[in-house]
């Protein structure tokens, strides 16, 4: 197993039957649920439902015979199960790598308890220092959202494909990306910025919502905890 897969069996062992859980986006996450799909091909796991992130896990999970839900039928999740792109030390998280920021979120705020699953490498001590905070934005007047965001930050840009597109979300939106000269020191205040700001519906920037982190690494695998 690699790292990612590693973690990802760990994270398995916070799943009990009965559940019903969020599923995240991502490379990790693809080896969680095809995971969980074993688990309940194999009874180990019985009466799971599931309310993914994107498509793509929907599709992933729906091969596997996981059973799907909306958050509109279940009301809340028991646990959510999800990636993570940067993890600081006090849990705090960057997501959105894997262009499902805003459906991740919403998910996250709707569960009783929220595991994150990273290798080693994906701990920094301050967010935005390897990487850019994601945006999910709003595609009428993209420009002039991403210039405010170049004026709040080190530097921002519409998140292109290969082929010179913008990248579209799931819900139909634009990505944006900031950097951080030296990260971020303030992430209240960041995270009030883009929150009160038009046209920017959602921001990567996960705070206060993790319960633990899977960590693995090539001395094993260990489980960060929110501090009570």
């Known amino acids: 197993m690699n790292l990612k897969e590693k973690a990802a069996e760990r994270a398995l062992a916070f799943v009990e039957s009965g559940m019903t859980l969020g599923l995240g986006s991502g490379s990790t996450m693809t080896h969680f649920v095809t995971m969980l799909g074993e688990q309940v091909q194999a009874g180990s796991l019985k009466d799971i439902r599931a309310v993914p992130t994107s498509e793509t896990t929907a599709a992933h999970a729906r091969e596997l015979g996981v059973t799907l839900t909306s958050l509109a039928e279940c009301g809340r999740v028991n646990l959510a199960v999800d990636g993570a792109d940067e993890v600081d030390p006090d849990l705090n998280l960057i997501k959105g790598w894997g262009c499902a920021l805003l459906r991740e979120k919403i998910v996250a705020v709707h569960a009783d308890r929220l595991v994150i699953v990273v290798d080693e490498s994906k701990l920094v001590s301050r967010l935005a220092t390897t990487g850019p905070v994601p945006l999910e934005i709003l595609p009428f007047e993209a420009g002039a959202h991403v210039h405010w965001l170049a004026s709040v930050s080190s530097r921002a840009e519409i998140w292109l494909a290969s082929d010179g597109r913008p990248v579209v979300t799931d819900n139909g939106n ?24 038009p046209g920017i519906l959602e921001h990567g920037l996960f705070l206060g919502l993790t319960d633990a982190v899977v960590v693995s690494s090539v001395d094993g695998v260990r489980i960060m905890e929110r501090a009570s």
């Not at 634009?174 to 700001?197: E, K, N, Q, V």
């Open 174 to 197: 634009y990505l944006a990306r900031c950097w951080f000269r030296d990260g971020i020191g303030d992430l209240a205040a960041i995270a009030r910025l883009f929150s009160d700001r």
